[in-house]
């Protein structure tokens, strides 16, 4: 790591964020002396109840607050935020029905769509009613297997308007994906498309849609959204199908009504990405999901009335319901759907330049694919307009770092992320107000009592260890979906640590205040007794041209574990001994001789969850003969097939 770092902001620059604006309020609000950010965070940790309730006024979110601040803040779980408050997760999103724009859209090359906050809010409005029309209401529960697209979000809103829950993932997803995630919920409508686009190849879902609606039996309407312009012939093939005009076509726009309902009403179900068995479905509440939110986007992200918010997301992922929480901080919503690639490998760069977009957001494995293949938008593009660069779904290596300052944008903070479903939000991610480490995630999020722990439960520094959270936080999830006692849900994250969030990632701390995630902790390499990041592989691996990307698994070996790596390479290259050895020196002086793997392995693809993260476990559990519990999660299963009986693992 440098001494000096890629990006720091000018005094001016820190004076005018909204965490700062936000510092100087707890001071005059607390008769507080705070300077700095981690002032502030010390305070936020130490003082969760007042902090949130300041955050609340601060946002002036909409609806009551109630008496109560906080009860039993000394248990996890068990502690409560806001107990007596009414509010409604839609209103406090939709607060503008202007004719500025509220979502711009773009299906590759295919389709472009632009709706202003009026026309959201009577689309809203439409869809509010027909749902209620279905019967649809309070606790109720709606899904999407849909495109990240305007209707999406409409859709979304118009659901937890009425105090139902949303849930969502992609249509990308097989019949067995969808099934085991919309099956547990019983959704009493699904909104879902004629087809989408991907890759420049239209991608029809109307076979798969038969099977999925005949096992959904709750099911009152499966409405199809035009997306080829098939929505009528597919919906004749179902027996609830209905096409979004017809579904709307008896309801006027009027203003959108809602429902104020506590502050842990539910609002979304989000599911695992896991291999190993039927996904969770974690229940998120509506208050805690809000203010989660727009903290992390405004004092987090300085995201401002006006700004154009990006996210290369899928409605699988939980950034997509990040993105969807930027029109309450009065953001632009700047959607895409389809490969980042299509029909140009600088498509995205391209929407940034027209759209003006102020935060581009993305994942690691687009900016290394975008280093790899070459790409330069620094000197190909204007990309003035933007002030934010984040990146989550996987570490973002060193040499991504370097790149995004080199051939991206040099004058910007590169916020890298980190967090999940599971909080609905980040555990450590950006802080306007500090400069930008090479290969660092800049700070612990506000009111999260973020710390990295030994095996055996006390804070290291400087060392790697699990990450927890040691303080109750507001987006803990409600619980999960039929866990009547609590019990999967204690399990989950609470076992390891009584009263202390585990969250399954191996951490450090960095001599900045930093932190880097080496990885999840079960996909962690144990060779010689030696706990090894498989993050910390590949932030050297991705340095080597030829390769395009890697997974690391360790294999149980002579009563000890030896490193496998399965390498990807570019068209034209061959893994011959020469850059098997070169791979190995890289490993060998990027990270040390303890991570230098025992077997080098080419391999034609990788498996990947529907969210573009490798399956360590899958890969693992393949290697080792046993069964992949749940080859629906992953987005290209016959991948796993790659790894079986390999002979070069015998010896």
């Not at 969760?48 to 006024?57: H, R």
């Not at 029309?133 to 118009?158: C, F, H, I, Q, S």
């Not at 990309?383 to 790149?403: E, K, N, V």
């Not at 439960?457 to 303080?471: D, H, W, Y």
Request: net charge neutral; hydrophobic share 40%; aromatic share 10%.
């Amino acid at each position: 790591m440098s001494d000096q770092p890629l990006w720091s902001p000018s005094p001016a620059r820190v004076e005018a964020t909204q965490v700062m604006a936000f510092l100087r309020e707890t001071n005059r609000r607390h008769q507080l002396g705070l300077q700095t950010y981690r002032d502030l965070h010390a305070w936020s940790v130490q003082s969760p109840d007042l902090f949130w309730d300041q955050f609340w006024d601060f946002c002036g979110v909409i609806g009551e607050k109630g008496a109560r601040r906080a009860t039993n803040l000394d248990a996890m779980p068990g502690a409560t935020f806001f107990p007596d408050a009414r509010l409604n997760f839609a209103e406090n999103l939709l607060r503008r029905s202007d004719e500025r724009d509220a979502l711009v859209f773009r299906g590759e090359d295919k389709r472009t769509d632009r709706l202003s906050f009026a026309q959201l809010s009577a689309l809203v409005s439409r869809l509010q009613q027909a749902l209620k029309a279905l019967g649809v209401g309070v606790g109720d529960r709606v899904a999407g297997m849909m495109p990240n697209m305007p209707e999406t979000v409409a859709a979304m809103l118009a659901t937890t308007s009425i105090g139902a829950a949303w849930s969502s993932c992609s249509p990308d997803f097989g019949e067995r994906g969808v099934l085991d995630r919309f099956g547990q919920i019983e959704p009493k409508a699904l909104f879902t498309v004629d087809g989408y686009w991907y890759n420049g190849k239209v991608q029809r879902v109307g076979d798969k849609l038969r099977t999925i609606v005949d096992q959904l039996p709750s099911l009152k309407a499966a409405v199809i959204v035009p997306y080829l312009d098939e929505a009528e012939e597919v919906a004749k093939t179902l027996p609830t199908g209905v096409t979004l005009e017809s579904l709307l076509k008896p309801y006027p726009a009027k203003s959108v009504t809602y429902e104020r309902l506590p502050f842990n009403h539910p609002v979304y179900i989000m599911f695992s990405s896991g291999t190993t068995g039927v996904p969770k479905c974690i229940v998120h509440g509506a208050g805690g999901t809000l203010l989660q939110h727009l903290k992390e986007q405004r004092l987090q992200c300085d995201l401002r009335d006006g700004d154009r918010l990006f996210y290369f997301t899928t409605c699988g992922w939980m950034m997509w319901n990040w993105l969807a929480s930027g029109i309450g901080a009065g953001a632009t919503l700047i959607l895409y759907d389809g490969s980042p690639f299509a029909p140009t490998a600088s498509v995205l760069w391209d929407y940034a330049q027209a759209e003006r977009i102020t935060l581009f957001g993305t994942s690691a494995k687009y900016i290394d694919a975008c280093n790899k293949e070459g790409i330069e938008p620094a000197r190909t593009h204007d990309l003035s307009s933007i002030r934010l660069i984040t990146s989550t779904g996987s570490p973002l290596a060193p040499d991504s770092f370097d790149y995004v300052y080199r051939s991206i944008k040099s004058d910007v903070p590169l916020t890298s992320i980190s967090g999940g479903t599971d909080i609905m939000g980040c555990f450590v991610l950006g802080d306007p107000t500090s400069p930008v480490w090479k290969g660092e995630i800049q700070a612990p999020g506000l009111g999260m009592a973020v710390d990295v722990w030994s095996e055996d439960g006390r804070p290291v520094r400087m060392q790697k260890g699990e990450l927890v959270c040691t303080r109750p936080f507001v987006s803990m999830p409600v619980g999960f979906w039929n866990d009547p006692g609590g019990s999967k849900y204690r399990a989950a994250y609470f076992e390891r640590f009584p009263n202390v969030w585990c969250h399954g990632d191996f951490a450090e701390w960095t001599a900045h205040g930093g932190m880097i995630i080496h990885g999840r902790s079960d996909a962690t390499l144990n060779p010689g007794g030696v706990r090894i990041g498989t993050a910390e592989i590949y932030a050297q691996v991705e340095q080597i041209p030829e390769v395009l990307e890697a997974i690391a698994i360790g294999q149980d070996w002579d009563n000890d574990v030896r490193v496998l790596l399965f390498v990807r390479l570019k068209e034209g290259f061959e893994l011959d001994e020469a850059l098997r050895n070169k791979i190995r020196l890289k490993i060998r002086t990027g990270a040390s001789p303890r991570h230098v793997p025992a077997k080098i392995l080419h391999v034609r693809d990788i498996p990947r969850t529907k969210s573009g993260k490798i399956t360590e476990l899958a890969v693992r559990d393949v290697v080792h003969g046993r069964p992949v519990k749940n080859t629906d999660a992953l987005a290209n299963p016959e991948a796993l097939a790659l790894y079986r009986d390999l002979p070069e693992l015998r010896t």
